[in-house]
């Protein structure tokens, strides 16, 4: 009889070690660890031909296996998948407690459920009731449709739930309170979550249901369960935002049948999860002054132009080593942005405690935001405002050149679009532009852009 083996497993990010620890040395969360009995693997079997599929050319394979596309009735939720939502694909959705998962899924099974051509949902909760769920729905007036409820926790019962509808759509929530009589450990453990979401996108492939899975996010935002799971699945993705903030954010980190760059915006309300046509307006400070230390960008989100503004706050520093703070930003891009400022510029920024913001919680990872951070702290230092209207994009080098951002026109005619008077962008992009009613001033280095932007 082959000898069991003993693992500790991290229920947070799937680590394993060969004994117990206090602190995973991965995620670094506490007392996560779990003890898991697994049989070691025996000795490989002989192999002998067994007949297969013939491998054939790329060319001759036929092309009427198109990706079938559905629409969810929510554009913003359709963009972020690809165009709609694909059949036979599992997608993993993620995002912190309370932020409205769930809300956004049931709103979705209401809206496919009332299609001219109907879709049937099968709705399994292994964390609330029955009638839990039907009062929700009919707080978000969500009407009786194709939707077949399933509290259960026991995943062969799910499979026959599944074989016996044949639904089109099928959403777990959440994938955590899954167990399966064939995997050890308790429903949550890293087994039973591997398992289980492995099980789940063999049905998608097999079924051709869409199923979505719900999955819980550890205190680093990440989802819970080993990284494999994100490797199962076709598309992977997050809802960000403060849950005490009425906006959201969803994003896509990996897609498998579209961009990863899309994201979607979403305004929590009284009816639920509400769409946000022109998210340039909800990251933009509407105020009859302008005011040092904000500045304007433009930035790319898949293929979507979004304005936003960057506040900066410079005042004196109380202590010896001067104090960075970003939000929304990276911390070490602004870091080398204020060593710019302070070389290149001769800017003193040494006994100053920096912060940077973007309003409206939105991240910003594109480089073509340098020139409106370098702006907004620049204006803060010298308590000059920006002049009203002004937008600044461009990418900002160690030698203080502005350099060339991608897809400037897409940008340049979404601030003409949204009523700005003038966009200052590196020389090179500015020549090729010729937008009505936007004037285009073109800069060389940081200085002269500050020479335009600066009152």
């Known amino acids: 009889m082959a000898k069991l083996k003993t693992v500790y497993v991290c229920a947070q990010c799937g680590h394993e070690s060969g004994k117990w620890l206090g602190k995973c040395p991965n995620c670094e969360s506490w007392n996560s660890f779990s003890e898991e009995v697994t049989a070691p693997k025996s000795a490989a079997p002989v192999k002998t031909a067994r007949p297969g599929q013939a491998a054939q050319k790329l060319h001759a394979v036929a092309e009427n296996e198109q990706a079938e596309r559905l629409l969810t009735g929510y554009t913003e939720f359709d963009r972020v998948l690809g165009g709609g939502l694909v059949r036979g694909s599992a997608v993993l959705l993620g995002g912190d407690p309370g932020i409205g998962k769930s809300t956004l899924l049931l709103q979705m099974s209401g809206a496919v459920s009332q299609r001219a051509d109907p879709l049937r949902v099968l709705y399994a909760s292994g964390e609330e009731s029955a009638a839990q769920i039907k009062m929700r729905a009919k707080r978000l007036g969500i009407a009786p ?15 026959g739930q599944i074989d016996a509808l044949s639904p089109d759509i099928v959403i777990v929530d959440s994938v955590q309170t899954l167990r399966s009589d064939d995997s050890p450990g308790a429903p949550g453990s890293v087994s039973q979550v591997r398992d289980a979401t492995a099980a789940l996108t063999r049905i998608a492939k097999t079924n051709g249901a869409s199923v979505f899975i719900v999955g819980h996010v550890t205190k680093q935002g990440a989802i819970a369960g080993p990284r494999v799971l994100e490797h199962l699945v076709d598309t992977v993705l997050y809802f960000e935002g403060d849950r005490h903030d009425s906006y959201r954010i969803l994003r896509a980190v990996k897609n498998r049948f579209g961009s990863t760059n899309e994201i979607g915006v979403f305004e929590m309300a009284e009816s639920g999860m509400c769409e946000v046509p022109n998210p340039s307006s909800l990251f933009l400070s509407h105020r009859e002054h302008p005011m040092p230390g904000c500045a304007l960008l433009c930035t790319l989100e898949g293929t979507r132009p979004v304005v936003a503004e960057v506040q900066a706050l410079c005042c004196p520093t109380a202590f010896g080593t001067p104090r960075r703070t970003s939000a929304g930003i990276d911390y070490n ?3 080398l942005l204020c060593a710019v400022l302070e070389k290149k510029l001769g800017l003193r920024l040494s006994d100053q405690d920096i912060y940077v913001n973007i309003v409206g919680g939105l991240r910003v990872d594109e480089r073509s935001a340098d020139l409106a951070v370098v702006a907004a702290i620049a204006s803060s230092l010298s308590e000059r405002p920006i002049r009203p209207g002004f937008v600044a994009v461009g990418e900002v080098g ?7 951002v991608v897809q400037a026109e897409k940008r340049a005619q979404e601030c003409a679009r949204l009523g700005f008077d003038a966009l200052v962008l590196p020389k090179a992009k500015a020549s090729e532009l010729h937008i009505p009613n936007l004037q285009v001033a073109g800069v060389g280095n940081v200085a002269e852009a500050l020479e335009r932007l600066l009152l």
């Open 398 to 404: 160690l030698t203080a050149e502005v350099r060339g």
């Open 145 to 159: 449709g194709e939707i077949y409820l399933l509290c259960e926790t026991d995943l062969s019962i799910l499979e």
């Open 333 to 335: 891009r602004m870091a």
